[in-house]
C-alpha cells in the first residue's frame, strides 16, 4: 500500500502476525476547532449544541430547558448555512432547513469538529464542499486492549428539573476485523424551574418584575443506534443504524406577564447509514457513502389565543456519494465526486403541494504541497429540480437551479522547523431555500433565489510542545474574516393583515476577529489544561439605505463574547470549569434601547472521580451550572434555568 497516501487520508490498516494496527496520521491545511476525550466530556454539557458554545465565532439559539430546541450559527451567517455530519454524513432537513442540535447527546460523541468554509482534505463527499461552515460529529468507537473482546457501559445521571437519564452501551469484537457497538439513552425530565422575569419602561421604571416557574418544557426520549466497524487489508467501512423519538414541549414565550403554555412537538427520527473506502494502488483511492432517512413530525398549537395549528409532516431522504482519489505526483493530488441526494416531504396541511427535490453534486478538488506551502481549489457543480403538485389532480410542475461555487484554501509555514503556519481561503458558497420557505401553504413564495455567502479569511497559527518543562504544549491561533450574505431570505408582510411571505431582502456584511488559546501542563502528578476563546462580531444589516436600521447590528449578534474552559486531574480526580460570556446585544433590527439586550454569562463546575470497585471500573461525578444563578436570557422572553445541579454514576464493566 501507499504509505503518503494512507498517513494523509485513510486511517492505515497493517496486517503484521495476527495484528492490526490502526494508525490516524491526517493531514488538513486549515485546522479545524475541535473538542474530544476528557477535554469534551469534562464540559458541563448534555448536548453538542451546550459544547459549541466553547468554539469561538459560534452562536447558539437556545429556547432553555433540557427539551429546548438548539440550533448553531458560525460567523453570522446563519443556521442554514452550516452542514452538520454525523459519523461522515451529513444530517438533513429539507422542510426547514435546521439540524436541532440538542437532539445528539455528549455521552456517546468522541470528537466534534468545527471548520469555517470547509474540511481542507479533498478526500471527501460532494456535499462536504457544499457549506459555508461545517460540524463534524464523531461516535464512540471501540478500542480493544489486549485480550479484550467484549464491554458494557451502563451509566445513570440524575438531577434538578426531574431529570431521569439512563444509558446503555455494548461493546463486542467479533473478529480481528469486525466490531459492534450498540447504545441506547432514555432521558426524561419535567423542564420545571424558576425564573425571574422583569421588565422596565422606556423611563426606566418598572413595567414587570415576577418569579414564576417554567411550564411546558418537559421532554421525554429514547436515542438508540447501533454500528459496525469493519477492516480489510486495503481499507475499512463501517454501517450504522439510528432511532429517535421524543415528546417534548415547547415553551412559550414570556410576554407582558402572561405565562401561556406553548405549543408540543413530536419527533421520529431513523436512518441508516454506511461508509466504504479502500486503497487500490498507490495513486488511486476510493470512497463510497450512502444514507436513507425517514422523518415524522407532528406539531400542536392548542391554545385559545393562538391561532390553532396541528400539523404532521413524513420526510424521507437517500442520499448516494461516490469519491475518486489519484495521486499525480507526490506532491500533487486531485479528487473527482459525485453525490446524488432525493427528498421527499408530505403533510396533512390543506393545499400543500407535496414537494419533491432531486439534487444533484459533482465537485472536482486538487491540492498542491511543496516549498513550505499547501493549497487546495475546488469547484462545486450543484445541479437541483424542485417538483410539485397536488395530489388530487397529480398535475406536476418542475423548477430547475444550477450553480458553480469555487474554493481555495492555502497554508504557508515560513519556517521548517517551527510549528507556524499562515492560512487564508476565500469561498463563495449557497444555500437554496428549504420546503417551507418555497411551499408553506400561503407563506411560501416559489420564486426565491437562493442565499449566497462569500467568504475571506486570514489565520495565524502557531504551536509548541515543550519536552522538559512543567508546561507540555501551548498552541495560539488569530482568525480576521469577513463574510457577505446576499439574497438573505426573510419572512416579510405581504400587505394582508396577518400575512407573511418570504422575500429575498437582505443583504448582510459581517467583520470578525477570533482569538484562541490551549495549554496543557503537569506539576508532578497533577495534569492541567487551560482553553481561552474571545470572538469579536460587527455584523450589519445593509439592506435597504432608506431603512431605519440600515448599517446596524442584526439581532442577536454580540459585539463580544468569549468563553473559559479549564480542566486539572489528579490521582483518578478530574475538575472541571467553564464560563461563558456574551455580549451586548439587540433582540430586533433597530439597535435602539428598546431592543437592547443586556450581556449574559455563566460559571459551570463539575468534579468526578475514577476508581474501581471489585475490578469493575466505576466514575462518578457532581456536576453544578450557573453557579451564581444568574437570570438571563440567549432569545427574548424565553428566560433560561438558574442553578442546577446533575449527578452521574457510570460503571464500565
Given at each position: 500500500m501507499a504509505n503518503d497516501v494512507q498517513d494523509e487520508y485513510l486511517d492505515s490498516v497493517l496486517e503484521v502476525q495476527e495484528v492490526i494496527v490502526v494508525e490516524n496520521r491526517k493531514k488538513e491545511i486549515i485546522p479545524a476547532q475541535s473538542l474530544s476525550g476528557e477535554a469534551l466530556q469534562g464540559l458541563n454539557s448534555q448536548s453538542v449544541a451546550d459544547a459549541l458554545r466553547f468554539f469561538s465565532g459560534?452562536?447558539?439559539?437556545?429556547?432553555?430547558?433540557?427539551?429546548?430546541?438548539?440550533?448553531?450559527?458560525?460567523?453570522?451567517?446563519?443556521?442554514?448555512?452550516?452542514?452538520?455530519f454525523y459519523d461522515g454524513v451529513q444530517l438533513g432537513n429539507a422542510q426547514n432547513g435546521q439540524i436541532d442540535l440538542g437532539r445528539y447527546s455528549l455521552d456517546n460523541i468522541e470528537e466534534i469538529?468545527?471548520?469555517?468554509?470547509q474540511k481542507s482534505n479533498i478526500f471527501q463527499g460532494a456535499k462536504d464542499f457544499g457549506s459555508s461552515g461545517t460540524i463534524y460529529i464523531r461516535t464512540k468507537r471501540p478500542r480493544w486492549a489486549d485480550g479484550e473482546t467484549s464491554r458494557v457501559i451502563a451509566q445513570f445521571k440524575t438531577g434538578s428539573f426531574g431529570l431521569v437519564n439512563p444509558q446503555l452501551v455494548w461493546?463486542?469484537?467479533?473478529?480481528?476485523h469486525l466490531s459492534l457497538s450498540a447504545s441506547a439513552e432514555y432521558v426524561q425530565s419535567d423542564g420545571k424551574y424558576k425564573f425571574r422575569y422583569r421588565r422596565l419602561n422606556l423611563d426606566n421604571t418598572v413595567a414587570y418584575d415576577t418569579t414564576a416557574t417554567r411550564q411546558n418544557g418537559d421532554i421525554e426520549a429514547l436515542r438508540a443506534e447501533a454500528s459496525l466497524f469493519g477492516f480489510t487489508s486495503t481499507g475499512r467501512w463501517n454501517a450504522k443504524g439510528y432511532f429517535y423519538n421524543s415528546e417534548r414541549g415547547i415553551p412559550g414565550a414570556i410576554v407582558n406577564n402572561v405565562f401561556r403554555n406553548g405549543e408540543r412537538q413530536w419527533d421520529r427520527n431513523v436512518f441508516a447509514q454506511g461508509s466504504w473506502e479502500n486503497i487500490f494502488s498507490q495513486r488511486y483511492q476510493m470512497k463510497v457513502n450512502a444514507k436513507y432517512a425517514y422523518d415524522y413530525l407532528h406539531f400542536l398549537r392548542d391554545d385559545p389565543k393562538e391561532l390553532y395549528i396541528d400539523n404532521i409532516y413524513h420526510q424521507q431522504e437517500a442520499y448516494l456519494s461516490v469519491v475518486n482519489l489519484t495521486r499525480i505526483t507526490p506532491w500533487w493530488d486531485a479528487?473527482?465526486?459525485?453525490?446524488?441526494?432525493?427528498?421527499?416531504?408530505?403533510s396533512n396541511m390543506t393545499n400543500f403541494v407535496y414537494p419533491r427535490r432531486f439534487t444533484e453534486m459533482v465537485a472536482l478538488a486538487t491540492t498542491l504541497r511543496g516549498y513550505g506551502v499547501d493549497a487546495q481549489a475546488s469547484i462545486l457543480g450543484t445541479f437541483l429540480q424542485d417538483r410539485v403538485g397536488n395530489n388530487t389532480n397529480h398535475k406536476r410542475n418542475t423548477t430547475h437551479r444550477d450553480e458553480l461555487t469555487p474554493a481555495l484554501f492555502v497554508s504557508w509555514q515560513p519556517m521548517r522547523n517551527v510549528d507556524w503556519h499562515l492560512n487564508a481561503f476565500t469561498k463563495k458558497a449557497f444555500r437554496m431555500p428549504t420546503f417551507n420557505d418555497l411551499y408553506y401553504t400561503e407563506v411560501g413564495n416559489k420564486y426565491l433565489e437562493p442565499e449566497y455567502t462569500y467568504q475571506y479569511s486570514l489565520s495565524n497559527v502557531w504551536r509548541k510542545a515543550f519536552s522538559k518543562s512543567l508546561i507540555k504544549s501551548v498552541s495560539l491561533q488569530a482568525d480576521a474574516y469577513f463574510n457577505k450574505v446576499t439574497n438573505k431570505i426573510v419572512a416579510y408582510p405581504s400587505g394582508q393583515q396577518f400575512r407573511w411571505t418570504m422575500l429575498n431582502l437582505g443583504e448582510v456584511e459581517i467583520l470578525g476577529l477570533e482569538l484562541s488559546a490551549d495549554a496543557s501542563a503537569k506539576v508532578a502528578d497533577v495534569e492541567m489544561a487551560l482553553r481561552l476563546n474571545y470572538t469579536y462580531q460587527k455584523a450589519r444589516d445593509f439592506t435597504d439605505p432608506s431603512d431605519a436600521y440600515y448599517g446596524d447590528q442584526i439581532p442577536y449578534i454580540p459585539l463580544h463574547s468569549g468563553s473559559v474552559a479549564a480542566r486539572m486531574s489528579w490521582a483518578g480526580w478530574d475538575l472541571n470549569y467553564s464560563f461563558i460570556y456574551t455580549g451586548e446585544r439587540y433582540n430586533a433590527q433597530e439597535n435602539i434601547p428598546a431592543n437592547y439586550e443586556q450581556p449574559w454569562y455563566t460559571h459551570d463546575a463539575s468534579l468526578f472521580k475514577n476508581f474501581k470497585l471489585r475490578g469493575v471500573g466505576c466514575r462518578v461525578g457532581l456536576e453544578v451550572n450557573n453557579i451564581f444563578d444568574q437570570d438571563y436570557e440567549v432569545i427574548l422572553n424565553?428566560?433560561?434555568?438558574?442553578?442546577?445541579f446533575k449527578m452521574t454514576f457510570k460503571v464500565n464493566i
Open positions: 459560534v452562536q447558539i439559539k437556545d429556547f432553555g430547558g433540557i427539551g429546548g430546541i438548539k440550533t448553531v450559527n458560525i460567523r453570522s451567517m446563519g443556521t442554514h448555512h452550516i452542514g452538520v469538529q468545527l471548520y469555517n468554509g461493546e463486542r469484537q467479533l473478529n480481528r479528487s473527482l465526486s459525485a453525490d446524488f441526494q432525493w427528498n421527499k416531504l408530505n424565553y428566560p433560561m434555568p438558574g442553578r442546577n
